[in-house]
């Protein structure tokens, strides 16, 4: 709800989970039509996602369990054929570069020191750049409350001005909230 209203008071217009009928550029302005609507627009942008493109590897051939979602690989980087590893985007969510690069040191560690074998199930930083940034790390609150019960989670939230580095940045619109598991 915050994003939207900042998006709002920046004059931006979400339009979320359409399908295009028809888009054209002339005159310096987007006429995009979805729906049976037509809006004009001086900007465009399609977020559409992104997804691992490996249909083309021939896996069935190696035998290597997969779907449209990504190569699936146990907690060390393994996937069922046990001396073929993956990493990186072709695993799926999430797809992020230090996610990958986490993944290709864990797979490392592990071909090189096999006794001391190491998981690659680690939470990761995620961000999205925008403004506001969204950052997030570990479980979301739904898989949190799906897993422990409410009274067993502390939330904290915090409105960015009460935070000194929002303070210094002159940062007002926004916020930090903290699950953690009581004690």
């Not at 979602?69 to 046990?82: C, F, H, M, P």
């Not at 560690?109 to 969204?134: A, G, M, S, W």
């Not at 409350?145 to 940062?171: C, F, M, N």
């Amino acid at each position: 709800e915050m994003l939207r209203r900042k998006f709002e008071e920046e004059g931006i217009v979400l339009h979320l989970g359409r399908e295009l009928n028809e888009v054209q550029y002339k005159e310096n302005a987007f006429t995009i039509t979805f729906g049976g609507k037509t809006i004009t627009s001086e900007k465009f942008v399609v977020a559409a996602g992104r997804k691992p493109q490996i249909a083309k590897l021939n896996l069935d051939v190696a035998g290597v369990h997969w779907s449209d979602k990504g190569i699936e690989v146990d907690a060390y980087g393994r996937t069922n054929k046990r001396h073929i590893w993956a990493i990186g985007d072709v695993l799926g969510a999430p797809i992020f570069t230090h996610f990958a690069e986490h993944g290709g040191r864990t797979v490392l560690k592990n071909l090189l020191l096999p006794f001391k074998k190491k998981i690659h199930n680690q939470y990761i930083p995620r961000v999205t750049f925008t403004d506001p940034e969204i950052a997030s790390i570990g479980m979301l609150e739904e898989e949190a409350l799906q897993k422990y019960s409410a009274s067993k989670l502390a939330i904290y939230h915090l409105p960015l001005p009460t935070i000194d580095r929002a303070v210094t940045e002159g940062e007002h619109d926004g916020f930090i909230k903290i699950l953690t598991k009581k004690w």
